[in-house]
């Protein structure tokens, strides 16, 4: 079973249930796929055993052949070749690997190479395995590298993945294929608001998912409201408590500290498998 | 004109609340929502929309059933695996490179514009203000980013403002790079966690990857008063400035139930003192710029 762990809103505690979670259940697979910003590691302290960098294909155009006839960039939907009567620029950060000026070089001009965009990092703690994706700073595209880590899922094994913040394209190729997607939010009316653009997100990609409402207790409680309104179970409720927030601050999972969130964790981890049917 | 972007690495550090803060303590500035994908400015400032544009950030492949004869070419080819086996375009999956409409022996592929969203140009209580909205699953948030800062800059331009306050989104990828190439500072709201630390220095370093000047200030800074030791004497470490350390409270959540600025709130609370002070300070340093 693949569980995405996803939210709209930053911040709200998407890769705090996930860790937790994780650590609560123990022989299961993480996937930090939060490749801009990934924290996973930051509390789980694992011991990480190998870094493999993660390529994507790019045109390389071999001057001699080059008429520089242009057919290349005018292909291109992603502005990211430009054909001037003495050289074609390209522009490796707006390339999106698609192969098509490749297909559309009347000279066979174009062939294609690796570059690097970031690396994958794979560790463990105890019999919880841990892969994360991180992208190279300046590096715009964090999909195909999301698509590496993804990669790496060990079949018949549990999979819980963080997922990147927000709504689009990263959040979208992480959830793909997930049986379901843990939707963690705040009471606050920015946690609502996010909260509902993701549903939509889901509903069109067909991913059934729940709520875990973080910090309860603070705010307000339309999210509540919301949630019966749209018949969206919610699995969880963690309470704002301080002594939550400082654990956090220090990298510390807070079901290692308050063990009675471990059983929590554990229920709502099976409430997901029975809610998929697993 | 000078363009202040606010951004974090991580999510829910607080940009939204300050920037929210900054548009009422500027006065004449204009104000760009970024975080395209998930905007929340606007449920602080409350813009009455008095322009919509469509935004095409890409196409899409469209499948003429009636010419197609299923050789599956277009499947094969396809490097976003956005054909289904029942050869029909995925829309989330499609990046609209057509590589398939010039692949298709029978000419049934042809590639559609896709409308991805909206972009408004909007008034509030304390200025103009360039926003959007992406629409749910759609990709290109970065175009759009420049879409919106587009705006920005025309608003800016016509209303004789001298400032555009960005709200940035989170992370460190494209719409991120979007909304910090070409600015004057990029105001890095951090907070005292270990994560919050973490991505602060990859939010530093994509600053200097783009030559932005730095600016840093620590949100919730009591949560672990250790920790922000920490990230003030990495910051002078590099020779990044700490503009300001705004402790934590909960009248921060309350205003934005209430639908308002911290300022607006609670203006002689610590939070809207601490904000307005390093909004005196650093107006100074990127007017003196």
């Given at each position: 079973m693949i569980v995405s762990v996803a939210s709209g809103k930053g911040g709200t505690g998407k890769t705090s249930v996930a860790v937790n979670m994780a650590l609560s259940i123990g022989n299961i697979q993480l996937l930090d796929c939060d490749v801009e910003e990934p924290n996973a590691h930051l509390l789980l302290h694992p011991n990480m055993h190998r870094t493999e960098p993660v390529y994507v294909l790019v045109p390389h155009i071999n001057e001699e052949l080059c008429l520089r006839c242009g057919e290349c960039a005018k292909f291109c939907q992603y502005n990211a070749l430009f054909a001037s009567s003495e050289k074609v620029l390209f522009f490796p950060e707006l390339c999106h690997s698609c192969g098509g000026c490749i297909i559309a070089c009347p000279r066979q001009a174009i062939t294609e190479e690796k570059r690097r965009i970031g690396a994958l990092k794979f560790g463990a703690v105890g019999e919880l395995k841990l892969v994360y994706g991180e992208l190279d700073v300046g590096e715009p595209m964090a999909v195909p590298l999301i698509k590496a880590v993804k990669k790496q899922i060990e079949n018949n094994k549990n999979v819980i993945i963080d997922a990147p913040v927000g709504t689009s394209c990263p959040v979208i190729e992480t959830v793909r294929e997930s049986d379901f997607c843990v939707l963690v939010t705040e009471p606050t009316p920015f946690g609502l608001h996010d909260l509902k653009i993701t549903v939509q997100v889901l509903r069109k990609m067909k991913v059934p998912f729940a709520v875990v409402v973080n910090r309860?207790?603070?705010?307000?409680?339309k999210v509540y409201t919301y949630c019966k309104e749209e018949n969206i179970p919610i699995l969880l409720e963690i309470p704002y408590q301080r002594k939550i927030a400082e654990l956090y601050s220090r990298g510390v999972p807070f079901s290692l500290e308050m063990p009675e969130w471990k059983e929590k964790f554990q229920a709502l981890f099976s409430d997901i498998r029975r809610l998929v049917g697993k | 004109m000078k363009q202040l972007t606010i951004l974090s690495g991580k999510g829910g550090t607080g940009k939204t609340t300050i920037a929210a803060a900054f548009a009422v303590l500027a006065r004449n500035a204009v104000l760009a929502?970024?975080?395209?994908?998930?905007?929340?400015l606007h449920m602080l400032l409350h813009p009455e929309v008095i322009k919509t544009q469509e935004f095409k950030g890409s196409k899409i492949a469209v499948i003429d059933k009636t010419k197609c004869v299923n050789c599956d070419l277009c499947r094969e080819k396809c490097r976003f695996d956005a054909i289904t086996e029942a050869i029909e375009v995925d829309p989330v999956a499609c990046e609209g490179c057509g590589v398939c409409a010039a692949l298709c022996p029978e000419d049934a592929i042809t590639l559609a514009e896709r409308v991805s969203g909206y972009a408004y140009i909007s008034k509030t209580k304390y200025g103009f203000m360039a926003h959007a909205l992406l629409s749910p699953?759609?990709?290109n948030s970065g175009k759009l980013v420049t879409l919106v800062r587009q705006n920005a800059r025309v608003l800016s331009e016509k209303e004789n403002s001298d400032l555009i306050v960005i709200d940035g989104p989170p992370g460190i990828g494209c719409p991120v790079i979007a909304s910090v190439?070409?600015?004057?500072a990029g105001f890095v709201v951090t907070e005292p966690t270990m994560s919050g630390i973490h991505d602060l220095k990859r939010a530093l370093q994509l600053l200097e990857h783009f030559n932005v000047t730095p600016l840093v200030c620590v949100n919730m800074y009591d949560i672990n008063k250790d920790n922000t030791e920490k990230i003030v004497s990495f910051c002078r470490e590099n020779n990044v400035e700490v503009v300001g350390k705004i402790p934590f409270s909960p009248k921060v959540t309350e205003a934005m139930v209430n639908g308002k600025t911290i300022v607006e709130y609670s203006p002689r609370g610590a939070v809207a003192k601490e904000i307005a002070r390093v909004w005196e300070k650093m107006s100074s340093s990127i007017s003196g710029k």
């Open positions: 309860a207790g603070i705010g307000a409680k | 929502d970024c975080d395209v994908d998930a905007p929340d699953g759609e990709a190439t070409g600015v004057d």
